[in-house]
């Protein structure tokens, strides 16, 4: 499943990745349930984007 979820987040984001290089990013997600939305974004921007550090934050829990 987060196999599926870094697959949608890989060619989404379009950012210049010399302005995120090196950065901390702040996610912000509406609804953490599994936590596989931040997870699969914060992939991502690590190892596409060469990000420094991913913070999650989430708006509300689900069940």
Known sequence: MITD???VFTNTF???TRIL???S???VDDIFTTGATLEAAA???VHEYKVKEVVGL???GGH
Do not use: F, R, S, Y
């Open 43 to 45: 992939q991502v921007l």
């Open 25 to 27: 990013v702040l996610l």
């Open 58 to 60: 989430a708006l509300a």
């Open 5 to 7: 979820t870094i697959a």
């Open 21 to 23: 290089k090196d950065k």
């Open 14 to 16: 379009c950012p210049i």
